[in-house]
């Protein structure tokens, strides 16, 4: 199976229409790969707070449209990374979109764990409360969104619903990429699964971007990891390679679940 991650650089210079068209003919030349993978909300860059209001969109708006067109034209299962979600009913929500080869919409997901504690994303949007998985041909796809990635409960309820990759589009600053790495391999270990783990790069809102989108295989060894700026991450990986980790090395089998509440001496 051929992944390619779309590194986008979102940076404060290129209006969100003039990235929409620029991140459409990235994908469109990725014809070719099976699964394409762009970043959490590259359209107003995850810490542009400001701009999540203004930039909002239905979930059929015009990313859906563009990245649609984008899929079909290309013939990939395209993980289009996240959009500012308005809800005609709602709140706003961080939500990622997937695509068939055939440019329809598969899944919807809407970040659970929001990030900025009492500010940014944490307050401006509402929270996911339903795990998504998508079946592609070879793999089942767990899909979880940046911060997510330091909730292992989450991975661990996508591996009980089938997941064998996991795929994670994400806005991660440079700050905290020591986190970013080590988060990404504990996740592809723990539930010998791959992990794709696809960020931005470039600055917006005066935070710089980690880059070093990775894939991970169930084993924990890095596959691949690109560089700080923008970049495409090709990768060739075998999802079979789950089912025979997870043989060979049983321990999903020896979780021990329904404990008895914690004995406090
Ligand atoms: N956009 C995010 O979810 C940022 C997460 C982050 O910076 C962190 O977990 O650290």
Same mark, same amino acid.
């Given at each position: 199976?051929?992944?390619?991650?779309?590194?986008?650089?979102?940076?404060?210079?290129?209006?969100?229409?003039?990235?929409?068209?620029?991140?459409?003919?990235?994908?469109?030349?990725?014809?070719?790969?099976?699964?394409?993978?762009?970043?959490?909300?590259?359209?107003?860059?995850?810490?542009?707070?400001?701009?999540?209001?203004?930039?909002?969109?239905?979930?059929?708006?015009?990313?859906?449209?563009?990245?649609?067109?984008?899929?079909?034209?290309?013939?990939?299962?395209?993980?289009?990374?996240?959009?500012?979600?308005?809800?005609?009913?709602?709140?706003?929500?961080?939500?990622?979109?997937?695509?068939?080869?055939?440019?329809?919409?598969?899944?919807?997901?809407?970040?659970?764990?929001?990030?900025?504690?009492?500010?940014?994303?944490?307050?401006?949007?509402?929270?996911?409360?339903?795990?998504?998985?998508?079946?592609?041909?070879?793999?089942?796809?767990?899909?979880?969104?940046?911060?997510?990635?330091?909730?292992?409960?989450?991975?661990?309820?996508?591996?009980?619903?089938?997941?064998?990759?996991? $795929?994670?589009? %994400? &806005?991660?600053?440079?700050?905290?990429?020591?986190?970013?790495?080590? @988060? #990404?391999? +504990?996740? =592809? *270990? /723990?539930?010998?699964?791959?992990?794709?783990?696809?960020?931005?790069?470039?600055?917006?809102?005066? $935070?710089?971007? %980690? &880059?070093?989108?990775?894939?991970?295989?169930?084993?924990?060894?890095? @596959? #691949?990891? +690109?560089? =700080? *700026? /923008?970049?495409?991450?090709?990768?060739?990986?075998?999802?079979?390679?789950?089912?025979?980790?997870?043989?060979?090395?049983?321990?999903?089998?020896?979780?021990?679940?329904?404990?008895?509440?914690?004995?406090?001496?």
């Amino acid at each position: 199976m051929r992944a390619s991650l779309i590194q986008i650089a979102v940076d404060e210079g290129e209006s969100v229409e003039s990235r929409r068209r620029r991140v459409s003919s990235l994908v469109r030349e990725q014809a070719g790969a099976d699964l394409v993978v762009l970043p959490e909300l590259w359209t107003t860059g995850a810490f542009a707070y400001e701009e999540f209001g203004t930039e909002a969109e239905p979930l059929e708006g015009p990313t859906y449209e563009a990245m649609a067109k984008a899929a079909s034209d290309a013939g990939v299962w395209l993980h289009a990374g996240s959009i500012p979600e308005r809800d005609p009913e709602g709140p706003l929500y961080n939500t990622s979109l997937v695509f068939s080869p055939s440019g329809d919409l598969v899944a919807a997901y809407r970040k659970i764990h929001r990030f900025g504690f009492d500010k940014g994303e944490a307050v401006l949007m509402g929270a996911g409360r339903e795990l998504v998985t998508v079946r592609l041909p070879g793999t089942t796809v767990g899909v979880a969104t940046c911060y997510d990635l330091r909730f292992p409960e989450l991975f661990r309820g996508l591996v009980d619903a089938g997941a064998e990759t996991l $795929v994670v589009p %994400a &806005g991660w600053p440079e700050r905290r990429r020591a986190h970013w790495t080590l @988060l #990404a391999q +504990a996740r =592809a *270990v /723990e539930n010998q699964a791959f992990v794709l783990a696809c960020g931005t790069a470039g600055t917006h809102a005066g $935070v710089p971007q %980690a &880059g070093h989108s990775i894939v991970v295989d169930p084993w924990g060894e890095v @596959l #691949a990891e +690109a560089g =700080a *700026v /923008e970049e495409v991450l090709t990768v060739d990986f075998d999802p079979a390679k789950v089912a025979t980790t997870r043989e060979q090395f049983p321990a999903l089998k020896d979780r021990v679940l329904g404990l008895e509440p914690p004995h406090t001496f």
